[in-house]
């Protein structure tokens, strides 16, 4: 099984940006941590940041043959088309993970143009929301 983690704009700085809504924990920790897991399950895992839109929507056409896609496109959650039809055109089972809680946040966070191409979403849940997100993935093939 193969999945891609792909965080969007600003994420590179967890750790340092707004630590009382995003947490202390930088991007590098939270990823180790997912390949620790993913290598303990027999899993490859990849994981890539961007801060540009289209090379995003490039990541996701290259990992088009993952099994899975764990994806918090920040901000382009709620403005992207390219990344929702990304999405689409590859077929890949993503689960949207955002940090914070956007419902509880400023009102043009409540809408996402990616859930409705998701399976599913974690949100509010801190960094814990991306182990969550592995977690469903590890138990899919485990069934498997
Ligand atoms: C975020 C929420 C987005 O609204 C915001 O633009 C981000 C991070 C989160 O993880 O809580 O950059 O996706």
Known sequence: ???LVLNGPNLSRLGKREPAIYGSETLCEIEERLKKTAAENGVELVCLQSEVEGEM???IHRHADFDGLILNAAAYTHTSVALRDAISAV?????EVHISNIYKRE???HHSYL?????????GLGSRGYDLALEYFLAKKKAE
């Open 1 to 3: 099984m193969k999945i």
């Open 57 to 59: 929507v490039q990541m």
């Open 91 to 95: 077929g890949i089972e993503a689960v």
């Open 107 to 109: 009102e043009f966070r």
């Open 115 to 123: 859930s409705a191409v998701c399976v599913g979403g974690i949100f």
